[in-house]
Each structure stands twice: as structure tokens, then as C-alpha cells.
């Protein structure tokens, strides 16, 4: 059973930056899309960024899109979200997600089944 445990959270100025890590057990997540979602209070679930198996493509939700970096390294079982320029609607529980299927590719929240607990992000303006 695929186990994922987000770090890297906490407050920070807006403009300033963080790097989110997202470490994996129990599986080879080597093989699967791994994904960042956030959720801010009172809103769902929205997809952030992914990153394929093989790392050679990745896809940014609109928001974040120059702003943040997916990578990983599948040689220590972890992804990774570097965040620049922060805004204050960027707070929110930022999860890193593995894929239910191997070697697919997807940005849908419904193609994720193994996920972490979340880490905080809050931005202050």
C-alpha cells in the first residue's frame, strides 16, 4: 500500500517562496503520476500540478502556472513543489496524490487514490 507524507508547509510573506516535499513507502511510486492539489477552507479540492512517471511532462493548474515547479526523484521515492511568489489565495492544505493506475497521466482528482495527510500553506499579505 502506497503511503505519502507531505513536509515544506508553513506561513510565509506573500512574495516569498516554499518547497513542498512529498516522500513515499510502501511502493514504487517511481511508476506513477504524481499530482498537488490544495483545498482552502470552504472551497474543494482543486488539482495545482503533475508530473509523469518518467518526469518528461507536467501540467500546471492556470493559477500557479509560472509560479510553481513539480519535480521528483524517483531514485528517493518523492516529488517535490517549489512555490515562488506566494500569494495570500495560495493558503490552503496542499496534498501530494499518486495515481491509481501505473504510467497513466492524468490531472483529474478522480484518477488519485493514495494520498497524504496535507500540509499547511498560509500566506500572509
Known amino acids: 500500500q502506497v503511503q505519502l507524507v507531505e513536509s515544506g508547509g508553513g506561513l510565509v510573506q506573500a512574495g516569498n517562496s516554499l518547497k513542498l516535499s512529498c516522500a513515499g513507502s510502501?511502493?514504487?511510486?517511481?511508476?506513477?503520476?504524481m499530482a498537488w492539489f490544495r483545498q482552502a477552507p470552504g472551497k474543494e479540492r482543486e488539482f495545482v500540478a503533475a508530473i509523469s512517471w518518467t518526469g518528461d511532462r507536467s501540467d500546471y493548474a492556470a493559477f500557479v502556472r509560472d509560479r510553481f515547479v513539480v519535480s521528483r526523484m524517483n531514485a528517493y521515492q518523492a516529488a517535490y513543489l517549489q512555490m515562488n511568489d506566494l500569494h495570500p489565495d495560495d493558503t490552503a492544505v496542499y496534498y501530494c496524490a499518486a495515481n491509481s493506475v501505473a504510467t497513466r497521466y492524468s490531472t483529474k482528482i478522480t484518477d488519485y487514490s493514495f494520498w497524504g495527510q496535507g500540509t499547511q500553506v498560509t500566506v500572509s499579505s
Open positions: 510502501g511502493g514504487l511510486i517511481s511508476y506513477y503520476t
